[in-house]
């Protein structure tokens, strides 16, 4: 049986927790005010696609290839990203809610995340070299054996990254944001 192919399509206000998603391909398709919410989007591919106000929380992403895939005022509470298929895996975040979302040890080399809530996020074990957080909330995000080189934290706040247990050379902070690489030592800084 031969999978279904979609391109260039736009899906709006489809209500997908309740009406099964066809399995299959996705090609440059945007998907616009749908409701993702538990369902199973395992084995799936979006390819160059564009996820516009979507609820995609708790989704079923096991195997479910995102290449080249952009969301944007989305929410995304708790996805395992990390059970996503790995090959080609690029995605990109403006303005979404990704709180309690997992990206355990993926490879999210110069993402973008814009003006974003990543809420107690698993950073873990990550490469974000050369990402950016532009004006996002990293509140409880967990930051351990990740690669953060040339990551731009500039305009970030609330995280907490421990120096010793993450590679950031070359990353930008602010000083504003400079207590946030220093929270282990409990130091008072006025």
């Known amino acids: 049986m031969d999978e279904a ?5 736009t899906f709006d206000k489809i ?3 309740e009406n099964e998603i066809t399995k299959g391909e996705y090609e440059r398709c945007a998907f616009v005010d749908c409701d993702f919410s538990n369902a199973d989007l395992s084995e799936i591919k979006f390819s160059e696609c564009e996820f516009e106000k ?3 929380s ?9 290449r080249d895939v952009g969301f944007k005022d989305c929410k995304l509470l ?11 895996f690029a995605v990109n975040f403006e303005n979404c809610v990704l709180n309690f979302a997992s990206f355990h040890k993926l490879s999210l080399k110069n993402t973008s995340f814009k003006d974003c809530r990543l809420r ?15 004006n996002c909330d990293l509140a409880k995000a967990a930051f351990e054996h990740t690669i ?6 500039r305009t970030a706040f609330n995280y907490s990254i421990d120096p010793d247990s993450n590679r950031l050379k070359k990353a930008k902070f602010s000083v504003a944001g400079i ?12």
Not at 5 to 9: A, S
Not at 58 to 66: E, I, R
Not at 78 to 86: A, P, Q, S, T, V
């Open 5 to 9: 192919y979609f391109e260039d399509k």
């Open 78 to 88: 708790g996805l395992r990203f990390e059970n996503c298929n790995e090959f080609l």
């Open 54 to 56: 979507c609820n995609l």
């Open 15 to 17: 209500d997908f927790s």
């Open 120 to 134: 107690e996020v698993d950073f873990g074990g990550c490469n974000l070299s050369g990402s950016v957080f532009d």
């Open 179 to 190: 207590s946030g690489l220093l929270d282990k030592y409990e130091i008072e800084i006025e």
């Open 148 to 153: 953060l080189e040339k990551t731009d934290f």
């Open 58 to 66: 708790m989704a079923k992403v096991v195997g479910t290839a995102f």
